[in-house]
Nanobody, 121 residues
Framework: QVQLVESGGGLVQPGGSLRLSCAAYGSIFSINAMGWYRQAPGKQRELVAASTSIGITNYADAVKGRFTISRDNPKNTVYLQMNSLKPEDTAVYSC???????????????WGQGTQVTVSS
């Protein structure tokens, strides 16, 4: 059984910073990409940032220059450092990992439970 456990959401003022963490637990053979998605009320879920196992990253245009994704591969953990936060960053942020569980021949997507980020004064 594989689980993704997120932490670090909360309420922050505009211009502030938050750091999200997501750790993958369980029987895991290998992890490919890990990333963060977000969904604001009334909007579709969108990719925020993703990182491959060798550190190639991809960011949504709206967060480039403000957010940084990083990974600690030995700990099966991905982080999202969010700086200069704006009210429009308010959303539920969910962690995603494309990984191969132990005992499986194929990789598939796993999701965390989501963490609320609210940017408001």
């Amino acid at each position: 059984q594989v689980q993704l456990v997120e932490s670090g959401g909360g309420l922050v003022q505009p211009g502030g910073s938050l750091r999200l963490s997501c750790a993958a637990y369980g029987s895991i053979f290998s992890i490919n990409a890990m990333g963060w998605y977000r969904q604001a009320p009334g909007k579709q879920r969108e990719l925020v940032a993703a990182s491959t196992s060798i550190g190639i990253t991809n960011y949504a245009d709206a967060v480039k220059g403000r957010f940084t994704i990083s990974r600690d591969n030995p700990k099966n953990t991905v982080y999202l450092q969010m700086n200069s936060l704006k009210p429009e960053d308010t959303a539920v942020y969910s962690c995603n990992a494309n990984l191969r569980p132990g005992g499986s021949w194929v990789a598939r997507d796993f999701w965390g439970q989501g963490t609320q980020v609210t940017v408001s004064s």
